[in-house]
Structures are given as structure tokens and as C-alpha cells.
């Protein structure tokens, strides 16, 4: 008879878990007063529909961006410090190279990829180190656009003014890619949505 | 003669009702409230709202401490000015008033000399020309050419008090707004005379604009009327509806 091994860890520690939920409302509530500040002024061929907006009109919008900004800012560098320290990042997200990736790629395009909590397989990896980078990239374009004077070193970097505010845009349609796949994923294995509120043993490695 | 009203009141009511429902539905939809938010915007007396403003408070603070007198805005060669140049105000082009009879640049507040500026002793004074980005609070940025009376110049000539916290511009189309001393005092904050190497012609602001590169493009006042230096928040035409007050960028 197979032995498992059994674990006690929890599928997600507390301190991801309210980081999780504190960043995802402070994340949803820039993108909809973000789609209000982009509707003045569309630099592409479309606008967001009202109701899918925050703030009513630019300044409320603006109101709502500059909060939320501040619990992003906080919550970010809390996350990032603690998947650094923690050993999340090297555990969990660090991508684990292109076989296991090709691998589990194949098998989720064949809806064969499993999902065990507790363990992040290659696809779910690359997603979630892919969407953490565009949100540094996101938080960086965004005070670049904000501060183009006394942070110009950063809007500089980003190359200039019109350039960062493009970046902030495309970054933000990379964040809304992933939110959608995410969510996708979430209502097909609705356990792990339990399990990101909940305290549930992480699951025997496979 | 007279009518009878094309609809009664009772006829039309059910109808009304059905529309109050719908709108009801669609706000109840709204994504972005998780419903009760939308309706924060700045204009109602919600706790949210007030807390809204709280917070643009406290970012006006957090810009104060980032701002440096010494940074100064990135400035281009005449081949990089926007053209054509887009003009924006609080109204559109067709309502630009014509510079009034006898006008003068009034000062007023914390200040020594007050007698009012015409705009040739306003020529008389140093000069400074620019070609810097003017950035829009709606996101979009053009590059324009000014020139005209560093305002730290100005304050100095009027015998200003330099400790004093704002500086507030009133404008004779009915525009206001206002900054704060130290982003006044930054060398590119300027009186402007000229747009593209021309005296100003009324869209543009004539007789004299506030042009601030330090900040977003709604603080660089058009056709101005008075300078004032207080203690007192000023506040301004969009500053008081809810635009965020320091606006720095």
C-alpha cells in the first residue's frame, strides 16, 4: 500500500491570503477608476462603458486612483518583501524551465492538468510571476506618470512622458488578460477560492 | 390658446416608474460598486466621499515634500513644439472673451506695492523664454513655446511675502485657481507674454498667462486678472470640484 506523506502546512499562509484579498481590491478598484481616467482622453480606438467604470467623472476617478494607490504601494512592498524573506518566490512562483513548462502547457490545452493545493504547477507559475512583474512594471509606470517633473529620472527611463503613459496602458491590458484568465481557472477548481479565504491543508505533492 | 399637455402625469407614470427601475438595475450592475460606490465622486456628503477627499489631502502633503525647487521640467528644441497646438478650457473656443478695455494686472494680498501692471511695464521686467510639456490632467501632453516674466521676479518686484503659503490667480472669463509658494518661486514658473515667439492672442490667454510646467496644465491660468498672496486656501475653478488641489507633476 502506497504511503503519503502527510503535511500540515496550510495551501496558503495566512499573511498571502490577506495580502491576496487587500491587493486584489486595490488592484480592481485602479483598473475601473483607471478606465474612467482613460475614457477623457483614449489614446486607442475604444472606451470603457460607464458602468464598468469608478468615480463618476475624471476628478472622483482620480480621487479613487490616488487612494487606492496608496494600499497597492503598502501592500505590494509587504507582499514582495515577504516573498522574498518567506521563501514564497523560490518556492512557489520561481518558474521551474521550459520542460515542465511544455509539459503542463500540453496538458492544460488538453484539460488534463491537475491542480493539488498547496502546489503551483509550471503554467500557474509563469502566470503568477508574469502578472507580479507588470504590476512592478505597472506601479513604476504609473509614478512615472504621475511625477514626470520630480521623478524624471523614471519617466526618462520608461522613455519619457507619452511613452510611460502607453506602457501604464499596455500593462494594464496584461493585468486584465490575466485577471480574466485567473478567474477562469478559479470557477473551474472552486476549491482553490475556498482555500484562498479558508485554512485547507495543503494537498500530497502528486 | 391654450393646450392641453401632451402626456398627464398619470399617464406617463407607470412608465416613469419602469425607467427609475431600469436605472436602479443598471446602476445596480455597475462593476465598479460593488453599487453604493459609484455614486462617490466628490460631489455628495457620503462618508466615502468625505474620505475621498481626505485622501487628497494627504497626497497634496506627500507631493509638497516630493516637490524640489531645483528640479527643473525637461525642455525641447523648437522642432519638438505640438502642432497644431490644442486649445482647452472650461468652455469651448467659440466662448474665448476679448481682453477688456483698460485692462491692468491687478495685485492684491501680502504684498508692498500694489499699483496694477500694464503689459508693457510688464515687458519692462526680465524676460524668460521656454519650450516645455504641457500635461493635461485627462492624460494627454502637448509641447508649446512660452515667454514672458519669471514669476519669482515678479513676486520679488511687488515686494511679495515669500513665506506666504499660496499664490491664487483670478482670471476675467471667471476661471480661478491657485499653488502653492514654492512651486511659484521655481525658475520656470512664468508670467507668459508670448506663445510661439507671438504676443499672446486671447485662446492662448491674452494678455497674460500663468505657465507652470510643474504642474498639470489646468494651473497655468489663461487671460489674467488678479495675483494675490495669502495665507489663506484660495482654492479654484477646478480645485473646488474636486480636481486634486497641489496637482504637481
Redesign the interface.
Given at each position: 500500500m502506497e504511503r503519503f506523506r502527510r503535511t500540515r502546512r496550510p495551501a496558503h499562509p495566512l499573511p498571502v491570503r490577506v495580502m491576496h484579498w487587500v491587493g486584489a481590491g486595490a488592484i480592481i478598484t485602479m483598473m475601473?477608476?483607471g478606465w474612467e481616467?482613460?475614457n477623457?482622453?483614449p489614446?486607442l480606438p475604444f472606451t470603457f462603458p460607464g458602468?464598468?467604470?469608478?468615480?463618476?467623472?475624471?476628478?472622483?476617478a482620480?480621487?479613487?486612483h490616488?487612494?487606492a494607490m496608496?494600499v497597492l504601494f503598502a501592500d505590494g512592498l509587504a507582499y514582495l518583501g515577504y516573498g522574498f524573506f518567506s521563501g514564497h518566490f523560490r518556492r512557489d512562483i520561481r518558474p521551474k524551465g521550459l520542460r515542465a513548462l511544455a509539459r503542463d502547457v500540453g496538458a492544460a490545452l488538453g484539460f488534463r492538468l491537475g491542480h493539488r493545493l498547496g502546489h503551483y504547477n509550471a503554467v500557474q507559475r509563469l502566470l503568477y510571476a508574469g502578472v507580479i512583474l507588470a504590476l512592478c512594471v505597472q506601479v513604476a509606470t504609473g509614478l512615472a506618470?504621475?511625477?514626470?517633473?520630480?521623478l524624471?529620472w523614471l519617466t526618462g527611463f520608461f522613455g519619457g512622458?507619452?511613452a510611460a503613459?502607453f506602457i501604464h496602458l499596455a500593462m494594464m491590458l496584461c493585468i486584465a488578460g490575466f485577471l480574466a484568465v485567473h478567474l477562469v481557472l478559479v470557477a473551474l477548481f472552486p476549491r482553490t477560492l475556498v482555500s484562498m479565504v479558508a485554512t485547507l491543508e495543503a494537498e500530497d505533492e502528486p | 390658446m391654450i393646450r392641453d399637455p401632451v402626456a398627464k402625469r398619470a399617464e406617463v407614470a407607470p412608465e416613469l416608474a419602469r425607467l427609475n427601475r431600469r436605472n436602479f438595475l443598471r446602476h445596480g450592475l455597475t462593476l465598479g460598486s460593488l453599487a453604493l460606490l459609484t455614486g462617490c465622486d466628490l460631489s455628495t456628503h457620503s462618508g466615502i466621499d468625505a474620505a475621498l477627499w481626505t485622501m487628497l489631502r494627504f497626497d497634496d502633503r506627500v507631493q509638497a515634500a516630493l516637490f524640489d525647487r531645483t528640479r527643473l521640467a525637461e525642455t525641447y528644441p523648437a522642432s519638438a513644439v505640438t502642432k497644431p497646438f490644442r486649445f482647452n478650457a472650461y468652455y469651448p473656443v467659440w466662448e474665448v472673451r476679448p481682453v477688456p478695455n483698460n485692462w491692468t494686472l491687478e495685485v492684491a494680498g501680502r504684498v508692498t506695492e500694489r499699483t496694477p501692471w500694464s503689459v508693457a511695464r510688464l515687458r519692462q521686467l526680465p524676460q524668460q523664454a521656454q519650450i516645455t510639456r504641457h500635461i493635461c490632467i485627462e492624460g494627454w501632453s502637448q509641447i508649446g513655446q512660452w515667454s514672458g516674466v519669471p514669476l519669482h521676479v515678479f513676486l520679488r518686484r511687488i515686494g511679495a511675502d515669500l513665506r506666504a503659503r499660496y499664490v491664487a490667480f483670478k482670471c476675467f472669463d471667471g476661471y480661478s485657481t491657485s499653488i502653492d509658494m514654492a512651486s511659484a518661486l521655481q525658475p520656470q514658473t512664468i508670467l507668459a507674454l508670448d506663445f510661439n515667439w507671438q504676443p499672446l492672442t486671447p485662446e492662448w490667454g491674452a494678455p497674460v498667462r500663468l505657465r507652470i510646467p510643474v504642474k498639470l496644465g489646468f494651473k497655468s491660468a489663461k487671460n489674467l486678472q488678479s495675483i494675490e498672496v495669502t495665507n489663506r486656501y484660495p482654492g479654484g475653478y477646478w480645485e473646488n470640484q474636486g480636481y486634486n488641489w497641489f496637482s504637481g507633476v
Open positions: 475601473l477608476s481616467i482613460y477623457a482622453s489614446s458602468w464598468a467604470t469608478l468615480g463618476g467623472w475624471l476628478a472622483g482620480i480621487a479613487w490616488i487612494s496608496w506618470i504621475w511625477k514626470p517633473v520630480q524624471g512622458y507619452p503613459r | -
